[in-house]
C-alpha cells in the first residue's frame, strides 16, 4: 500500500512546490485555509468516486475502463486519447524542468542548444528505464522520492518553529485586489487528477481494500505536504505576498535555516519532478494498456502489447516516449510559464 500512496502523490502534487502563486494571489491566510479546505471538499469526494470504480472494476485503464462500460467505446476512447495527450504534454515538461536546474551549475544546459537538447532526451531516456524495469521498481522509487522531496521540507518546519509569529497569517495583499482565478486555479492545479491511480488497478491486490486506505493515506498527505510547510514559511518570515513568487519556498528556507536549507528545498524539486515525470508516465502507460485490452487501440499496439509481461506495458511506454521525443521536446524550450514547479 505505501507505494501506491506515494505514487497518488506524485500523480496529484509532488509536493508545496508550486503554490507560491496561492499566496500571491490571496494572502496567507486565505492560502492557509484553502489548502485546508480543499483537500477535503474536492480531494475526499473524488478519492471516493476513485475507490469505489476502481474496486468495481478492477482492471488497467480506470477511467477510460468506466467510460467504456458507461457509455461505449467511443466514450472510452475520446476520454482515453485525451488523457493520454495531456499526460504526454505534461510530462514533457519535467526533463526540462531538471535541465534548467541543472543550467545553475552548466550554463550550457540552460540556454537552447545541443547541450540542453541532449540533457533533456538523456534524462528522458534515463527516467523512462524505471518504467520498463515494471511498476514495482517504480512505486517503491516514487516512495524514495518522496521522502527525499519531503525532507527539507519537515527541517524547515522544525526550525521555523521558534520564529513563527501567528500575526503573519493574517497580512492582507496591500495596494490591489485579491486575485481569485488564479488562487482557486492554483488551488485546482495542486489538488487534481486523484483518478490518475484508477488505471493501475489491474496490479493492485484486493483493490477493495487497498484503494480506500491509499486514497485516505494520500489525502492526508498531501494536505499536510502543503498546509505545514506553508504554514512554517508564512509565519517566519516577513516577505509580503507580492514576494510569493515561483520558488520562493526555497528563499523561504533559506531564511529559515539558511543558504544550505534553500539549496537542498530547491534539490527537492528536482527530485518531486523526476517522481512525478515517473508516476504519470506509469498512470499512462497502464492506461494504454487497459485502452489495447479493450481493442481500443491500433492492432500493432494490442499486439505487441500483449506479447510483454502484464506487469510492465513495455508498448505502452514507447507509445508515449515516441510521441515525448518527436512532437513535443523541441516546443518546450519556453516552457517556464506552462509548469507546475518553479524555475
Not at 502523490?9 to 486565505?30: H, I, K, M
Not at 534539490?267 to 508516465?281: H, L, T, Y
Request: aromatic share 12%; with cysteine.
Amino acid at each position: 500500500m505505501i507505494t501506491l500512496v506515494f505514487l497518488i502523490y506524485f500523480d496529484v502534487a509532488g509536493g508545496p512546490y508550486g503554490s507560491e502563486q496561492a499566496v500571491r494571489a490571496a494572502g496567507p491566510l486565505f492560502t492557509l485555509l484553502g489548502f485546508l479546505v480543499f483537500p477535503l471538499a474536492w480531494g475526499v469526494p473524488e478519492s471516493l468516486v476513485t475507490a469505489e470504480l476502481a474496486a468495481a472494476f478492477p482492471g488497467n485503464g480506470g477511467f477510460v475502463l468506466w467510460a467504456d462500460h458507461a457509455f461505449g467505446p467511443l466514450a472510452g476512447s475520446l476520454l482515453g486519447t485525451w488523457k493520454y495527450l495531456s499526460i504526454v504534454i505534461n510530462i514533457a515538461a519535467y526533463p526540462a524542468l531538471v535541465a534548467d536546474y541543472l543550467g545553475g551549475a552548466v550554463p550550457a544546459v540552460a540556454r537552447p542548444g545541443r547541450a540542453r537538447m541532449g540533457t533533456v532526451v538523456g534524462m528522458t531516456l534515463l527516467l523512462s528505464l524505471l518504467n520498463y524495469a515494471g511498476l514495482s521498481v517504480v512505486g517503491w522509487g516514487a516512495a524514495a522520492l518522496g521522502i527525499a522531496s519531503l525532507a527539507p521540507f519537515v527541517l524547515m518546519m522544525a526550525m521555523a518553529v521558534p520564529k513563527i509569529r501567528p500575526g503573519r497569517w493574517v497580512t492582507r495583499v496591500d495596494g490591489r485586489k485579491k486575485d481569485w482565478r488564479l488562487f482557486f486555479n492554483t488551488l485546482f492545479w495542486n489538488l487534481n487528477y486523484w483518478d490518475s491511480a484508477s488505471t493501475m488497478a489491474g496490479e493492485v491486490e484486493r483493490p477493495e481494500r487497498t484503494f480506500p486506505r491509499a486514497l485516505t493515506a494520500a489525502v492526508v498527505l498531501i494536505a499536510v505536504s502543503y498546509l505545514l510547510p506553508l504554514m512554517a514559511a508564512t509565519g517566519a518570515t516577513d516577505a509580503s505576498p507580492d514576494a510569493w513568487v515561483n520558488g520562493y519556498l526555497a528563499d523561504a528556507a533559506g531564511i529559515i535555516g539558511g543558504p544550505w536549507l534553500k539549496y537542498w528545498t530547491g534539490a527537492g524539486a528536482v527530485i518531486s519532478s523526476i517522481g512525478m515525470f515517473e508516476a504519470q508516465m506509469s498512470s499512462g502507460a497502464f492506461q494504454l494498456h487497459g485502452m489495447a485490452d479493450l481493442g481500443l487501440l491500433p492492432p500493432p499496439v494490442r499486439l505487441w502489447q500483449s506479447c510483454r509481461s502484464h506487469r510492465n506495458p513495455m508498448g505502452c511506454n514507447h507509445c508515449i516516449n515516441r510521441y515525448h521525443h518527436r512532437r513535443l521536446l523541441p516546443r518546450f524550450r519556453q516552457h517556464r510559464r506552462n509548469i507546475k514547479f518553479p524555475i
